[in-house]
């Protein structure tokens, strides 16, 4: 009797969806909204009115359309899928240890004209003597204290931590023995992370600092690496913030929007330092303002469905959201388990690479992020590789943003196809108005599992309404949303067996900003809008600006 060894069409992954592909749905179309768009104090009403009588927050959960989930047959044939983590497996590590990724990390950065101090600006100037951490930390300090445009985007700073890590740094140039890259190099965590030492409230005026302390596994790394953490930034509160396609902008697309303002009327609103009347954009607004203003080159951020990205599109930045999994947050806890991650902001791309490649450090401890490999640097633009170059594109989710932002869009694609060799490809995502529902309909299940009903009456009057609805979902819909993941990240599979190394690329907002349409009445109570964002199954999303100084301000 003979055996044949099994011939592998793929690498080994762990987690690795079956390669399906979907069968077809009609093109995507903007939804339009259908719930009411709230400001001011008759948003405070509703939210308290909501909090406490479960059938306004059925009314909104049943008007938002989250039952459409139970009339796709299609659904049928997948089983829920509650962990969209994929990661490629290895007998070895392909990139250098780590401890050598921290100190030899070499980066070629260029000087973009008009644009904030880099890392290695700062570091080539410690080196040089011509700068000590102790005088840019301190200077630093002071301006922030001295404006409250600039102290709003930080929750919390503690001077003498901040000033005696910068000391510490000082003395190693002084001794010529820096860490790395990132020695004395200023950055800000947003408050989504645990820092010890510090307290963490989420952007609310709930107390969520861990009573054991510690410092989030992905911050650490930057600690041992030798940046300077300035404070901690503020955010939209617990994350979770308006999201609707705008009657008052053309053409705006639902899938664009989660957590987009950043507006916070409990902890004060940072605005986009291009232009005081929009937003930063968020939920990663304070970390956005810290890079956009110049103050920091680098920031931390977290995102379940756009908090780094947006944030990055309406300032002007790079950001990065990692795959699923691969930055370690240990020992926090994440609000929203099968969505949130952790990953970086930065006003170039070789600090955003920077920044990213000490935050994935795998950890030991953690069962998911110690199966990845270290990031490993990439190929520098003259090397000769044969990584393909292939963008995807779902035309009808692509064109549903306005006209400059498509022009803007068009202008990059035109670029990477003339200038660069790349191809377009058509592609079809299936079932987007229905994807985004799901999305929305897990990330509130899970914020609102971890938030008892006595916290509610704490929340502002937007995240009551939010927390309320998303309490509210039956056990089956929130299955039939993980079978909807499962379908989508099997397609997902499919495009990629058909086109390997396939980059998918959209506008990642679809208007430049986001003008505070109510003055002082959103600053001060918030705006409301129900909706629902896609894009849940677990892969990286990394955002870059078009223009000349950034998208925030719109005008």
Same mark, same amino acid.
């Given at each position: 009797?003979?055996?044949?060894?099994?011939?592998?069409?793929?690498?080994?992954?762990?987690?690795?969806?079956?390669?399906?592909?979907?069968?077809?749905?009609?093109?995507?179309?903007?939804?339009?909204?259908?719930?009411?768009?709230?400001?001011?104090?008759?948003?405070?009403?509703?939210?308290?009115?909501?909090?406490?009588?479960?059938?306004?927050?059925?009314?909104?959960?049943?008007?938002?359309?989250?039952?459409?989930?139970?009339?796709?047959?299609?659904?049928?044939?997948?089983?829920?899928?509650?962990?969209?983590?994929?990661?490629?497996?290895?007998?070895?590590?392909?990139?250098?240890?780590?401890?050598?990724?921290?100190?030899?990390?070499?980066?070629?950065?260029?000087? +973009? %004209?008009?644009? #904030? *101090?880099?890392?290695?600006?700062?570091?080539?100037?410690? $080196?040089?003597?011509? !700068?000590? @951490?102790?005088?840019?930390?301190?200077?630093?300090?002071?301006?922030?204290?001295?404006?409250?445009?600039?102290?709003?985007?930080?929750?919390?700073?503690?001077?003498?931590?901040?000033?005696?890590?910068?000391?510490?740094?000082?003395?190693?140039?002084?001794?010529?023995?820096?860490?790395?890259?990132?020695?004395?190099?200023?950055?800000?965590?947003?408050?989504?992370?645990?820092?010890?030492?510090?307290?963490?409230?989420?952007?609310?005026?709930?107390?969520?600092?861990?009573?054991?302390?510690?410092?989030?596994?992905?911050?650490?790394?930057?600690?041992?690496?030798?940046?300077?953490?300035?404070?901690?930034?503020?955010?939209?509160?617990?994350?979770?913030?308006?999201?609707?396609?705008?009657?008052?902008?053309?053409? +705006? %697309?639902?899938? #664009? *929007?989660?957590?987009?303002?950043?507006?916070?009327?409990? $902890?004060?609103?940072? !605005?986009? @330092?291009?232009?005081?009347?929009?937003?930063?954009?968020?939920?990663?607004?304070?970390?956005?303002?810290?890079?956009?203003?110049?103050?920091?080159?680098?920031?931390?951020?977290?995102?379940?469905?756009?908090?780094?990205?947006?944030?990055?599109?309406?300032?002007?930045?790079?950001?990065?959201?990692?795959?699923?999994?691969?930055?370690?947050?240990?020992?926090?806890?994440?609000?929203?388990?099968?969505?949130?991650?952790?990953?970086?902001?930065?006003?170039?791309?070789?600090?955003?690479?920077?920044?990213?490649?000490?935050?994935?450090?795998?950890?030991?401890?953690?069962?998911?992020?110690?199966?990845?490999?270290?990031?490993?640097?990439?190929?520098?633009?003259?090397?000769?590789?044969?990584?393909?170059?292939?963008?995807?594109?779902?035309?009808?989710?692509?064109?549903?943003?306005?006209?400059?932002?498509?022009?803007?869009?068009?202008?990059?694609?035109?670029?990477?196809?003339?200038?660069?060799?790349?191809?377009?490809?058509?592609?079809?995502?299936?079932?987007?108005?229905?994807?985004?529902?799901?999305?929305?309909?897990?990330?509130?299940?899970?914020?609102?599992?971890?938030?008892?009903?006595?916290?509610?009456?704490?929340?502002?009057?937007?995240?009551?309404?939010?927390?309320?609805?998303?309490?509210?979902?039956?056990?089956?819909?929130?299955?039939?949303?993980?079978?909807?993941?499962?379908?989508?990240?099997?397609?997902?599979?499919?495009?990629?067996?058909?086109?390997?190394?396939?980059?998918?690329?959209?506008?990642?907002?679809?208007?430049?900003?986001?003008?505070?349409?109510?003055?002082?009445?959103?600053?001060?109570?918030?705006?409301?809008?129900?909706?629902?964002?896609?894009?849940?199954?677990?892969?990286?999303?990394?955002?870059?600006?078009?223009?000349?100084?950034?998208?925030?301000?719109?005008?």
């Amino acid at each position: 009797m003979s055996s044949k060894r099994i011939q592998k069409t793929q690498p080994d992954f762990y987690g690795y969806p079956a390669v399906r592909q979907s069968p077809e749905t009609p093109p995507y179309t903007v939804p339009s909204g259908s719930n009411p768009v709230l400001r001011g104090l008759p948003l405070a009403i509703v939210g308290t009115i909501a909090s406490k009588l479960n059938f306004v927050g059925n009314f909104l959960w049943t008007n938002t359309g989250f039952g459409l989930l139970r009339d796709i047959r299609d659904l049928d044939d997948y089983e829920p899928r509650y962990d969209p983590t994929v990661i490629k497996l290895s007998d070895s590590l392909d990139g250098e240890p780590i401890e050598e990724t921290i100190s030899n990390i070499s980066i070629e950065y260029q000087t +973009i %004209s008009n644009r #904030h *101090y880099s890392a290695a600006y700062f570091t080539s100037a410690y $080196k040089a003597g011509k !700068l000590t @951490p102790t005088e840019v930390i301190t200077g630093l300090l002071d301006q922030i204290s001295a404006e409250k445009r600039h102290s709003v985007a930080f929750l919390q700073i503690i001077p003498e931590k901040v000033i005696a890590a910068a000391e510490a740094s000082t003395a190693r140039y002084k001794s010529g023995k820096p860490l790395s890259l990132l020695d004395g190099v200023p950055v800000a965590v947003k408050d989504e992370a645990d820092l010890d030492g510090y307290e963490k409230s989420l952007g609310s005026s709930i107390d969520y600092t861990r009573k054991n302390g510690g410092t989030s596994w992905c911050i650490k790394k930057w600690e041992d690496a030798g940046a300077i953490i300035i404070g901690v930034t503020n955010m939209h509160e617990l994350g979770l913030g308006i999201s609707h396609p705008l009657s008052t902008l053309p053409r +705006i %697309s639902a899938h #664009h *929007y989660t957590d987009t303002t950043n507006n916070n009327p409990v $902890k004060g609103t940072p !605005l986009n @330092p291009h232009n005081p009347s929009y937003y930063t954009g968020g939920s990663s607004g304070g970390s956005a303002y810290a890079v956009a203003s110049g103050l920091v080159p680098i920031a931390h951020g977290a995102d379940g469905g756009g908090s780094i990205r947006i944030p990055a599109a309406y300032c002007g930045l790079y950001g990065l959201k990692p795959t699923h999994g691969r930055v370690s947050i240990l020992p926090t806890k994440s609000l929203a388990t099968s969505n949130g991650v952790m990953g970086p902001l930065a006003s170039n791309m070789a600090d955003l690479e920077l920044a990213y490649r000490i935050l994935a450090t795998p950890d030991p401890s953690n069962p998911t992020s110690s199966l990845f490999n270290p990031p490993s640097p990439l190929p520098s633009p003259s090397s000769k590789t044969n990584r393909p170059k292939t963008l995807g594109i779902y035309n009808p989710w692509f064109s549903a943003s306005s006209p400059k932002v498509l022009s803007a869009c068009n202008e990059a694609l035109d670029h990477y196809t003339s200038s660069l060799s790349y191809r377009l490809i058509p592609i079809h995502l299936p079932h987007m108005h229905s994807a985004q529902l799901a999305h929305a309909l897990t990330i509130l299940s899970e914020i609102s599992s971890g938030t008892p009903p006595s916290l509610l009456p704490s929340l502002s009057a937007a995240n009551k309404i939010l927390l309320s609805v998303g309490a509210l979902t039956p056990a089956t819909d929130f299955l039939l949303a993980q079978k909807m993941r499962a379908l989508l990240m099997s397609h997902l599979a499919w495009l990629w067996k058909e086109y390997p190394g396939m980059l998918i690329v959209s506008p990642t907002t679809p208007n430049a900003g986001w003008r505070i349409g109510g003055g002082g009445g959103d600053l001060k109570y918030g705006v409301y809008e129900i909706c629902v964002v896609g894009e849940f199954c677990g892969g990286a999303g990394f955002e870059y600006s078009r223009g000349d100084g950034g998208g925030g301000g719109g005008e």
